[in-house]
C-alpha cells in the first residue's frame, strides 16, 4: 500500500506549508517549508520528500545526532466522512544531501539552497478520524 | 513590546492551520489545530492562545511532565521585504483548562471539546528574514 494515497496525497497535493520537527536530547527544533516547494520537485507516493535547505543548520545538527524527523501537513480544503479538513503526521528518517540526484533537482528549482533535506517516509498518519 | 504584531500578528490572521510540538524525554509529539478556530476564541496580541482539545492526550500527558509547548503558524500571503510568506515559531508554557473563562468560551464555539489547551505565549519568532 502507497504511503500517500486517498486523503493523504490529497493532503500532500493541497498543503500550503510543510512543519518540520527534528530533536535532540534537549528538545524539539520546528522549522517548515512550503508545500509548493516539495510539490515542485515530485513526491512519489512512498517519499522520500526532497525539501530545499537554505540555512536549517540546528535541523541538520540534530538529524546528525539521531535521524529522525517528523512533519505535518494539513489542508480544510480536503473532504472527510464526517467534516472537512484533514492533517496527516508524517514519521521518517532526515538527511541532508549535498550530492546526487535529488540533490540536482533541488538545486536546479532553488538555485538558493545549499543542501537537500531528503526525507525517508516510514509512515503517514491522519489525524482527524 | 506586544508578541504578536506587525508580521507576526499578520501570520497569526491568516495561517490556515497551526502546529502543536509537545515533549517527554523520548520525543516530540505533533499535533495541530486550524487557525479559524483560535481566531474564533481570539488571540490578544501578547496571548495567551485557546485551543480546543477533542482528544490530545499524548500532548496533555507530555504537558503534565514538562509544560513546555512550540507552535508554528505560516502563510503565503503575508508579504516580506525580501518576497512573500512567512512563518512563525511560538514558544510557550501549555496546560490543559477545564474550567473557568477560556474554557467556557472554548467549550461555547466548540461543544466538543473536553478542555482548553492554553498556551501562555513567551516568545515569537519570523523564521524568515
Partial sequence: ?????????????????????TWDGQ???????????IRSIGVPDNGPIAIPAG?????????NKNGRVELLIASKSVD???GSGQ??????RGELQTSGELFD?????????RAALVVHVEEVTNLLG
Fill in 27 to 37: 528538545g524539539p527544533h520546528l522549522s517548515a517549508t512550503w508545500g509548493d516547494y
Fill in 105 to 113: 533537482k533541488v538545486k536546479e528549482k532553488f538555485s538558493w539552497a
Fill in 1 to 21: 500500500m502507497p504511503k500517500f494515497e486517498g486523503m493523504s496525497k490529497e493532503v500532500l497535493d493541497k498543503t500550503e506549508w510543510v512543519a518540520i520537527v
Fill in 80 to 82: 472527510r466522512p464526517n
Fill in 87 to 92: 492533517g496527516c503526521r508524517i514519521t521518517g
Fill in 55 to 63: 540555512r536549517m543548520r540546528q535541523t541538520e545538527e540534530n538529524l
